[in-house]
Nanobody
Framework: QVQVVEHGGGLVQAGGSLRLSCTTSGLSFDNYAMGWFRQAPGKEREGVSG????????VYADSVKGRFTISKDNAKNTLYLQMNSLKPEDTAMYYC????????????????????WGQGTQVTVSS
C-alpha cells in the first residue's frame, strides 16, 4: 500500500516563504520521479513542479519559476518544495504525487502520469 503525506502548509503573508515536504511509504522512492501540483478554489488542478528520480532534472510552471525550488532527498524518502516570494495567487491546496511507473520522467506535468497522491496541504497567502 503506497502512502503519500504532505507537510508544511500554512498561512503566510505575501512576500514570505514556506517549505513543503512530502514523505512516502510503500514505494522505492529513489526509483520514482515526483511532482507537486496545486488546486485553487474554483480552478482545475495544475502542475507546479517536477523532479526526476535522481533529482538531476526539474521542471517548473512559468508562474513559479525563480520563486519555487523542488528537491528530493532519496536517503530520507522526502520531497521538498521551497516556496519564496509568495503571492496571494499561490493560495491553493498543494499535492505531492509520484509518477505511475518507476524509472520514468517527463518535462510535462500531466496529472494523468501520476498514480500516487497525497491528501494535500493548504497554503494560504494573505495580501
Amino acid at each position: 500500500q503506497v502512502q503519500v503525506v504532505e507537510h508544511g502548509g500554512g498561512l503566510v503573508q505575501a512576500g514570505g516563504s514556506l517549505r513543503l515536504s512530502c514523505t512516502t511509504s510503500g514505494l522505492s522512492f529513489d526509483n520514482y520521479a515526483m511532482g507537486w501540483f496545486r488546486q485553487a478554489p474554483g480552478k482545475e488542478r495544475e502542475g507546479v513542479s517536477g523532479i526526476s528520480l535522481g533529482g538531476s532534472k526539474t521542471v517548473y510552471a512559468d508562474s513559479v519559476k525563480g520563486r519555487f525550488t523542488i528537491s528530493k532527498d532519496n536517503a530520507k524518502n522526502t520531497l521538498y518544495l521551497q516556496m519564496n516570494s509568495l503571492k496571494p495567487e499561490d493560495t491553493a491546496m498543494y499535492y505531492c504525487a509520484a509518477r505511475s511507473y518507476a524509472g520514468t520522467w517527463s518535462y510535462r506535468l500531466d496529472e494523468a502520469d501520476f498514480a500516487y497522491w497525497g491528501q494535500g496541504t493548504q497554503v494560504t497567502v494573505s495580501s
